[in-house]
């Protein structure tokens, strides 16, 4: 088949003039790469459990430890995003059926992404997976210098259409409750934090909606 | 009809013209049904062209933005039957990003208008809204076969409005789709007066099915031939709707795990004596084991057992395995082991198709002994074995060479191996060579997907070799250009290439353009393809899209050099798309063309 480009002699020589130089390809996607300078949402989280009586659930006790020891244990290994090349329903053929697609929204992003939080067995693993998800772009356009430690967090709307803050509710609830994900600019959540026990608050925004 | 004569024809063409009438030229056509041999009809002159217009009554569209509903409706007068394919393959693993497009209501608001009868309609990684769903409901009288693979963007109240509305509908088949959980009891709304259902799946479906819906369902059609419920369905249930649909010949389960009661046992077990023509089983979530033999009187005439949801292990598996004999399609987790592969190649000498896939797929070192061995059993005991869907650890360019020298007959041939990269584990070198293997023998493969440590080297094979390839996979591949310029310029019946994180870049592309018109789509995601191939290969190329999918914004707000996230190359006669959202970008002489809504 005779391909007629005529333009190709020179785009050619023009491309090699200025070859590319970059590395390796997959290095886009492997989620370890990050240097560790920004602060990632397991560190976000364990500001978000500790309410005022210093209540915190299973997951918080050892986000601590994460936060503070560093590098992450070798066990552990990065993966890379969206390998191996597997449906959603088979991602984890360890669980009885069916899976619980959220779409995550990130504020100023145009386009959203799906967890099944049934691959996931704490809130660790999920904010893991949505730094993993995010990091991307967001450390390109969004992330500037940590503003007293995070720009963005982690939020979501629950059955009652109420929106609240990850982690506020222990792990199970928040699986069966939760609709959507939506990593909120850090200024606008400063309103959903929980001054009173999350009962409370619930009810205290079901009274103002009545008003 | 047309009169005009050519100076070329004769007196004896006109006179053999005339009389072959219309009449019989459309009943020849209609034993013709493959879509391509009909798309060859309609090429050989005029007169057949208008005649395939008039009578064609399937149609299937391999993308839905190659062409537009208007054209399609301007050509043909009058289709029953349609299939449109949607967004790439790649969309599967959620390597597209969500919101890409592919939307069926613009097709089906046309279809209405246009094609009142239509009666079937096969949709596959399409976006279906609720109000797509009511609109078939409503407008399509004859409604009949509505089958929805890999689609999304309804929710249990466009089922409802279906059962409600389609009083003809005789299949409800949804693939692999998700669908939005509104609560209510969809089966129910099926009228009274409603007989006529003859297959439903719902196993993607998450959320409860009213059971007694259901039931009530089954009882009043009497021609159910396939029932696929979901994961909700429980055990002691399932006894109940085979007693109502003895003749499924189709039958997927729901969860098939409870605890053990002699009388739940005994009644499942006379149950499934009685589906005498059950020859497809799945669904089999979270197998029990102490239920398992209850599916063993029809075991020997099962030609296809999805068993890839199945968490028993390889003792049992085996034991079922050794009853299945005419097995001629085998799905199942890697729990089957070696051992296990080596039993189903002594038992099932009808085996055709057999996908392994990964249990535990994030897991580094799983307790597993699934390795290159258990493929290259089957591939040696199964005469008859043509696709294959392996995941695996390890492989060796020895195993592909007794895989391909012992299958021949392989057309469909997909390996992945978990760690990228991953090199012969014997010679601690690329796979090149028993790829190479692969496509030399077999003469007749038409998908392959590769995985492992690669270089270009198998690329010059492939490009010389395998000239029936229609689609190729490829994820880490390559070490430069060449490799995908022996590809495009090797691979004559090539029509669909994905690439993902392999260093291909502008020159294989832009020497081989004109291949890309040949082909119907070419997807490269976090290769290093830049902006300004992307627009020259827009500029040049009309008849094709060139889609720039990138989420760090407007292409044109970085240098030319950089290289695009992700490329979606596809032939079209539509032109660019209209309904592009924020993220794709259509470079055409326009530069870079977002759709006119934002």
């Known amino acids: 088949m005779v391909n007629h480009f005529p333009g190709f002699e020179t785009f050619a020589m023009d491309f090699k003039e200025t070859e590319l130089t970059l590395g390796p390809p997959g290095e886009f996607r492997v989620s370890g790469r990050k240097s560790g300078k920004k602060r990632g949402f397991p560190e976000m989280l364990d500001l978000n459990l500790s309410g005022p009586n210093g209540r915190r659930n299973d997951s918080g006790a050892q986000l601590e430890q994460e936060a503070s020891s560093s590098p992450k244990s070798p066990a552990a290994k990065e993966q890379l995003v969206g390998w191996p090349p597997l449906r959603a329903s088979r991602k984890n053929a360890m669980r009885s059926g069916g899976s619980n697609y959220v779409k995550v929204a990130v504020d100023g992003a145009p386009y959203l992404r799906k967890v099944d939080l049934q691959m996931y067995i704490s809130y660790e693993q999920l904010l893991k997976a949505l730094e993993d998800m995010f990091c991307y772009f967001t450390i390109r356009n969004y992330f500037m210098e940590p503003m007293n430690g995070y720009e963005y967090v982690p939020t979501y709307e629950d059955k009652d259409g109420d929106w609240m803050m990850v982690g506020d509710v222990p792990w199970k609830i928040f699986v069966e409750s939760c609709k959507r994900i939506r990593l909120m600019k850090g200024s606008e959540a400063a309103g959903l934090e929980p001054r009173t026990p999350p009962q409370n608050a619930v009810m205290e925004a079901a009274e103002e909606d009545s008003g | ?598």
């Not at chain 2, 995941?391 to 760690?419: D, G």
């Not at chain 2, 889609?547 to 190359?569: A, F, K, T």
Request: hydrophobic residues 40%; charged residues 25%.
């Open chain 2, 1 to 598: 009809m047309n009169k005009v004569v050519s100076p070329k024809s004769t007196a004896k063409s006109i006179v053999m013209r005339n009389t072959f009438p219309e009449e019989v030229l459309e009943h020849v056509l209609s034993f013709i049904d493959s879509h391509s041999d009909r798309n060859s009809v309609s090429l050989v002159c005029k007169a057949w062209h208008e005649t395939d217009r008039w009578c064609r009554r399937r149609l299937f569209i391999g993308n839905c933005y190659s062409v537009s509903p208007a054209i399609v409706i301007r050509r043909f007068r009058d289709i029953r039957s349609l299939a449109i394919k949607g967004k790439p393959h790649f969309a599967d693993y959620n390597w597209v990003p969500e919101g890409w497009g592919a939307h069926a209501y613009p097709w089906i608001a046309a279809l209405a208008e246009a094609y009142p009868a239509l009666e079937e309609l096969r949709l596959k990684r399409m976006v279906v809204s609720d109000e797509a769903l009511e609109l078939i409901g409503k407008k399509f009288q004859n409604f009949r076969v509505l089958v929805l693979c890999c689609c999304e963007g309804f929710s249990t109240d466009g089922l409802a409005y279906i059962a409600a509305n389609c009083r003809n509908l005789r299949v409800l088949d949804l693939f692999e789709c998700e669908v939005d959980d509104m609560g209510g009891n969809w089966i129910g709304h099926f009228p009274d007066s409603y007989t006529s259902l003859e297959s439903l799946n719902v196993s993607c479906i998450n959320s409860e099915l009213r059971f007694s819906a259901l039931e009530r369902l089954l009882c009043r059609c009497p021609n159910m031939k396939a029932l696929r419920v979901n994961c909700t369905v429980p055990l002691d249930k399932l006894a109940i709707l085979l007693e109502k649909a003895p003749r499924l010949m189709d039958l997927g389960t729901g969860l098939f795990m409870t605890e053990l009661r002699p009388e739940v046992y005994k009644r499942l077990a006379v149950a499934f004596s009685r589906c005498k023509e059950i020859r497809s089983l799945s669904g089999l979530w979270d197998v029990a084991p102490s239920y398992l033999p209850v599916v063993y009187p029809i075991c020997p005439m099962l030609t296809s057992l999805n068993l890839s949801y199945a968490t028993i292990r390889c003792p049992d598996l085996i034991k079922l395995l050794t009853h299945c004999q005419n097995l001629q399609r085998l799905w199942v987790l890697d729990f089957i082991e070696d051992r296990g592969l080596e039993v189903l190649a002594a038992s099932c000498k009808d085996l055709q198709e057999l996908r392994v896939f990964p249990s535990e797929p994030y897991n580094q070192e799983p307790n597993i002994s699934l390795t290159e061995q258990g493929l290259v059993s089957v591939a040696v005991g199964c005469p008859k074995l043509q696709s294959v869907l392996y995941f695996c650890r390890q492989m060796t360019n020895a195993a592909l060479f007794t895989i391909a020298r012992n299958r021949p007959n392989l057309t469909r041939f997909r390996l992945c191996l978990i760690e990228p990269r991953s090199a012969d584990w014997q010679t601690h070198g690329p796979l090149d060579d028993g790829f190479g293997a692969i496509v030399e023998h077999c003469k007749d493969l038409k998908r392959l997907s590769l995985s492992g440590l690669i270089s270009d080297t198998v690329f010059e094979y492939i490009g010389t070799h395998a000239k029936k390839l229609e689609m190729l996979s490829l994820a880490f591949s390559g070490g430069s250009d060449l490799g995908l310029h022996y590809v495009l310029s090797g691979c004559e019946s090539l029509r669909k290439l994905e690439i993902r994180d392999c260093p291909f870049g502008d020159r294989a592309l832009v020497l081989n353009a004109a291949k890309l018109e040949t082909m119907r789509s070419l997807w490269m995601s976090s290769c290093r393809v830049s902006y300004r191939a992307c627009k020259l290969l827009g500029q040049k190329m009309p008849r094709l899209n060139v889609e720039v999918i990138d989420e760090r914004g407007p292409p044109e707000s970085r240098s030319d050099e950089c290289p695009v996230e992700n490329l979606y190359i596809y032939r079209t006669v539509a032109g660019p798309r209209l309904d592009s959202p924020g993220f794709v970008w259509t470079v055409n002489e326009n530069w870079a063309m977002r759709s006119p809504s934002l």
